[in-house]
């Protein structure tokens, strides 16, 4: 394959003024624009000494600047590295020095605080980006040509490096090759049925897969548009859905829209796709959203590691609970954590995965990449099953696996006996020390109705839907669940939170 962005230049449309962006401001984004803007970006990247194969990190707020600014790293043969705008100061000067990058654009605001981080890390350059055209960057590349000669670019060739979390141990940078987001882009474009008549609502964060590679590489290959959000915010997104044709977004995004009055099936009755992933969608929202809108949500499962893997089908039954069928070329197994053996259908265990879409490792991490792969299947960490379907579905992180007694408990399969529940609103599942039984099931409910904290009263409930090893020891109430930027709950701080719900006093 070609540079990843010539690969999406050939779905451009042939009349470039089409507009490739519109944002809240009016601001509109053509195609025309997007050659010119990330062209003037490449040749300034060039005029700051970045090389191909240099690191390009990038820690500013959600612009189409951005979107043109990793266009032109594909272009210059940069390796763009976007960074989360919750980032701290001790975890950016982290990343400087693992990742070494050659430039460091940041927001114009942070530049006190970050260009003396950059300097003690040894980055040669800090420029700015704001929103509107703001910062230094964008002004340089005012004078610049509008005419770059991409560079060819071979599949295994890196387009950018997203690092993990780092829930446990320091965060890991995935290299992701032009090769790989290319092959996943065209394989979802084609399973969705994306054309240019597409209008996609965007109103993701784009330092993360979801919201920049498959939001915005799908669009592009398609020549379809977008509608730019800065953020979520539930008054805009259905301020905007009638202008929408399809929605990518986290699970929390429908679960907000489900408690607006305005959300109806008429608002949406339009629509052609809305999709879910980054964090698991309960059942009980699936069924609760096709209830209200007519409209089953496509869930699908993707990594930072591996971009997308498995989705439900376009065509065909949506399985609440699930994420559908591996995509093609993409190979699935479920293994036995410990001894890497091949399970049958229908046995849980760690998912591994093989295909084009698979990263190429661990930035300077050559021995946890090793580890992390097995017969040429990366081992996710993520436990699931196969069910005679072929559908894949995601019980829970092999690290969130409690053992109470020497049972094993997996959280996913309790959350979703009770979010069943019609006094709940969401749960999360965590195991914490016990004193007898070595950990001890917690369960942490966002209830339906606020006020309500009968824990007794969702343990009787669940008295013939889980055997009695899975029950919740504990119920917690909570108004909402810690989670992060896409979505995910941090079960690492519920346990930090819980950690000493059974501790003797």
């Given at each position: 394959m070609p540079n990843l962005y010539d690969s999406l230049r050939a779905g451009f449309p042939a009349d470039r003024s089409k507009p490739f962006a519109s944002e809240l401001d009016g601001a509109v984004t053509t195609y025309a624009d997007v050659e010119a803007r990330s062209a003037r970006?490449?040749?300034?990247?060039?005029?700051?000494?970045?090389?191909?194969?240099?690191?390009v990190a990038v820690q500013t707020p959600k612009s189409v600047d951005m979107l043109m600014l990793y266009l032109a790293c594909l272009r210059a043969g940069a390796v763009f590295l976007p960074l989360n705008t919750a980032y701290t100061a001790g975890e950016l000067d982290y990343f400087m020095r693992d990742a070494s990058p050659a430039l460091f654009v940041c927001a114009?605001?942070?530049v006190g605080t970050i260009a003396p981080l950059a300097k003690a890390a040894g980055v040669a350059r800090v420029e700015t980006m704001g929103v509107g055209g703001a910062g230094t960057l964008i002004e340089g590349a005012r004078g610049c040509a509008e005419d770059f000669a991409t560079l060819a670019m071979e599949d295994d060739d890196l387009a950018a490096i997203l690092y993990t979390s780092g829930t446990t141990g320091r965060s890991k940078?995935?290299?992701?090759?032009?090769?790989?987001?290319?092959?996943?882009?065209f394989n979802l474009c084609d399973y969705w049925h994306f054309t240019a008549d597409d209008v996609l609502l965007h109103a993701l964060p784009i330092f993360h897969t979801h919201g920049l590679f498959v939001a915005t590489n799908i669009?592009?290959?398609s020549g379809a548009q977008m509608i730019f959000l800065p953020a979520f915010d539930a008054a805009q997104v259905l301020a905007a859905l009638p202008r929408a044709t399809a929605m990518m977004g986290v699970p929390t995004f429908y679960i907000r829209l489900l408690k607006?009055?305005?959300?109806?099936r008429d608002l949406v009755a339009h629509m052609r796709l809305f999709i879910s992933g980054s964090a698991p969608l309960s059942a009980d929202i699936h069924r609760e959203f096709s209830q209200l809108t007519g409209h089953a949500i496509l869930e699908r499962y993707g990594m930072t590691e591996t971009n997308m893997n498995t989705s439900n089908p376009y065509d065909g039954d949506r399985i609440a609970g699930t994420v559908g069928h591996p995509l093609p070329g993409v190979s699935i197994r479920i293994a036995d954590p410990e001894t890497g053996r091949v399970l049958p259908q229908g046995e849980i265990g760690v998912i591994e995965i093989q295909g084009p879409n698979v990263f190429k490792g661990y930035w300077r991490m050559p021995e946890k990449t090793a580890e992390e792969f097995r017969d040429g299947y990366f081992i996710s960490g993520d436990l699931g099953l196969i069910d005679a379907r072929g559908y894949v579905s995601i019980v829970g992180r092999a690290k969130d696996l409690i053992i109470s007694g020497g049972y094993n408990i997996y959280p996913a399969e309790v959350e979703t006996a009770?979010?069943?529940l019609p006094q709940v609103r969401e749960s999360a599942v965590i195991g914490v020390p016990h004193p007898d039984m070595g950990e001890g099931v917690v369960a942490v409910v966002v209830p339906m109705e606020p006020g309500f904290a009968d824990g007794a009263a969702i343990t009787a409930a669940l008295a013939d839907r889980l055997a009695?090893?899975?029950?919740?020891?504990?119920?917690?109430f909570v108004h909402e669940l810690p989670?992060?930027?896409?979505?995910?709950?941090?079960?690492?701080?519920l346990r930090e939170q819980l950690g000493d719900s059974f501790k003797p006093v």
């Open positions: 970006l490449a040749n300034r990247l060039g005029e700051l000494g970045v090389r191909p194969g240099d690191r114009p605001d942070a940078g995935a290299m992701l090759s032009h090769g790989n987001l290319a092959s996943n882009c669009v592009l290959s607006e009055p305005a959300f109806t009770i979010d069943e009695r090893f899975k029950m919740p020891r504990r119920v917690v989670k992060n930027g896409m979505g995910k709950v941090q079960k690492t701080v």
